[in-house]
């Protein structure tokens, strides 16, 4: 071969391949090479919540909730808006109104406020405590009664267990974090 020949095979391009005979519409959903429909277009993803309540058999919602060390068990039904914490009424076991509106605020969420009676029996901790894990519990109970709260609940963080806990005392230490003052004489 000559040089001639040489730069010639080099700057010439490949021959372009030949048109397809059929061509696709935009948005088509037909596979390119066996022309059935693709699998991401006949199955589209369904995002389906985890229920963490339970439905019994006469239709009672059930909601555990968990704060520190508090645990709270919950029952709502459709009623009339009864409200008994540790058979109190809601004003008599929170005397502050921000517990109260703590505990209220999924319902107030959800628009429901005096549509279910609600019972709880909670345990362990101080108000606040009780207070949250109460909140989480009303939450998970009115979600297995109408699971399209499930959206709403999660973006005001109802649904969402607050995992703090006290820090344990370390030897050495007054608490767990402070310790004894240093005298330097």
């Known amino acids: 071969m000559s040089e001639e020949e040489v730069v010639n095979a080099v700057e010439t391009p490949a021959p372009a391949p030949a048109p397809a005979t059929e061509t696709l519409e935009a948005g088509s959903t037909e596979n390119l090479f066996s022309g059935a429909p693709t699998e991401a277009a006949a199955a589209e993803p369904v995002f389906e919540p985890v229920l963490r309540g339970k439905l019994d058999k006469f239709g009672v919602a059930m909601g555990t909730g968990r704060r520190k060390t ?6 709502v039904k459709p009623g009339t808006g009864q409200f008994s914490i540790n058979g109190r009424t809601l004003e008599d076991f929170c005397c502050v109104e921000k517990h109260r509106e703590t505990v209220m605020a999924p319902l107030k969420a959800a628009d429901v406020v005096g549509k279910y009676d609600i019972w709880v029996r909670v345990e362990g901790g101080g108000i606040t405590g009780q207070a949250g894990a109460m909140l989480l519990g009303i939450s998970r109970a009115l979600e297995v009664l109408n699971p399209s709260l499930h959206h709403m609940f999660s973006e005001h963080g ?3 267990r607050d995992g703090r806990k006290v820090e344990r005392k370390k030897y ?7 310790s004894f003052q240093f005298s330097k004489r």
Do not use: H, M, N
């Open 70 to 75: 508090s645990v709270a068990r919950v029952r």
């Open 158 to 160: 109802f649904l969402t």
């Open 172 to 178: 050495g230490f007054k608490k767990a974090r402070r």
